[in-house]
């Protein structure tokens, strides 16, 4: 496996404002990759960030609301741009590492 | 792109019984299927997994078999203890990458 943590654990943001979300892994990994995990739902993947190309992002998001940079292989960051309430939600990084995935432990983000 | 259906919705056991919960999937090219455990306010824990070459696996107390005829899986765990209580998704994928994931099962286990 591999251990994975994220920054910030929690935060509480205006509607209009950005927040970007920091994932580090412990190991080299070539692909990463963001979910969100709305109140009480399902995840659900934004996109696909490999080191040295753009990310791949997911039906329903876009990169001008959530831009992610991949600067080296062992972080990633992604950004929630111009928040909304609807933005409220878990926000949660991956790793694939030995053909399995294991998941950062999650930033919770509540827009007011 | 993949639909995956989980079912039940909510699960609640009486400890000591077994549990299952059942997942279908659309894209026959999937070939990966992971089980992730979620504990309230923690992170998705991969519990188990199979690939689409075997059938069944097993690890202590947690099964999970395949049907690729029939595009559905299942996650088996037996002799259910309090601890086993969360919320299990099921998710498919192609090439191990992209992980579609079901709605999730609630399961409670009554001490």
């Known amino acids: 496996s591999a251990v994975i943590s994220q920054k910030p654990s929690r935060d509480i943001c205006q509607r209009g404002t950005s927040l970007t979300i920091q994932c580090q892994v412990d190991s080299q990994v070539t692909m990463m990759f963001w979910y969100r995990q709305q109140p009480g739902q399902s995840l659900t993947l934004i996109a696909t960030?490999?080191?040295?190309?753009?990310?791949?992002?997911e039906s329903g998001f876009v990169i001008d609301k959530f831009p992610i940079s991949r600067p080296n292989l062992t972080f990633s960051t992604l950004t929630v741009s111009n928040m909304s309430p609807e933005d409220s939600s878990i926000y949660l990084c991956?790793?694939?590492?030995?053909?399995?995935?294991?998941f950062g432990p999650g930033t919770r983000l509540t827009v007011t | 792109g993949e639909n995956v259906e989980q079912h039940p919705s909510t699960l609640s056991v009486q400890e000591g019984d077994s549990a299952v919960i059942k997942c279908t999937y659309s894209?026959?090219?999937?070939?990966?299927f992971p089980w992730y455990k979620q504990e309230l306010g923690k992170r998705p824990q991969l519990i188990i997994d199979i690939r689409s070459n075997v059938g069944e696996k097993k690890d202590q107390r947690i099964a999970v078999t395949l049907n690729k005829t029939a595009k559905h899986f299942s996650l088996h765990i037996t002799e259910t203890q309090p601890e086993d209580s969360a919320v299990y998704f099921c998710a498919a994928s192609v090439n191990d990458y992209k992980l579609s994931f079901g709605a999730g099962t609630t399961v409670t286990v009554r001490a």
């Open positions: 894209d026959s090219a999937s070939n990966y």
């Open positions: 960030a490999n080191q040295g190309s753009e990310a791949t992002y």
């Open positions: 991956s790793v694939e590492t030995g053909n399995k995935q294991y």
